[in-house]
Nanobody
Framework: QVQLVESGGGSVQAGGSLRLSCAAS????????MGWFRQAPGKEREGVAT???????SYPDSVKGRFTISRDSAKNTLELQMNSLTPDDTAMYYC?????????????????WGQGTQVTVSS
């Protein structure tokens, strides 16, 4: 079973940057897609970045060009660099591990979740 622990959240002014990290532990017996999701109060959880084992990434239009996901498979770490943050990016951010090699935005594909790290962007 995979355990995920996020870090790096905090408060920042609009236009600022934050870098989130996720440490994975436990037995990962095959390469899998990893992703970052977020959930704002009163809203559904949404994906903000995914990365396949071969390094291919995917982003929704809302963060494309501002967020960058990366992974170090040898160290079992996942990161999310967030630039040009806006108040709309305020949310709890979650690291997640898929059960598949391919990345899809479906929440049901992701069998392991971290507890989340809060990101707050003020105007």
């Amino acid at each position: 079973q995979v355990q995920l622990v996020e870090s790096g959240g905090g408060s920042v002014q609009a236009g600022g940057s934050l870098r989130l990290s996720c440490a994975a532990s436990g037995y990962i017996y095959r390469p899998i897609c990893m992703g970052w999701f977020r959930q704002a109060p009163g809203k559904e959880r949404e994906g903000v970045a995914t990365i396949r084992p071969d390094g291919a990434t995917s982003y929704p239009d809302s963060v494309k060009g501002r967020f960058t996901i990366s992974r170090d498979s040898a160290k079992n770490t996942l990161e999310l660099q967030m630039n040009s943050l806006t108040p709309d990016d305020t949310a709890m951010y979650y690291c997640a591990a898929s059960v598949r090699w391919l990345c899809r935005w479906s929440l049901s594909d992701f069998g392991a979740w971290g507890q989340g790290t809060q990101v707050t962007v003020s105007s």
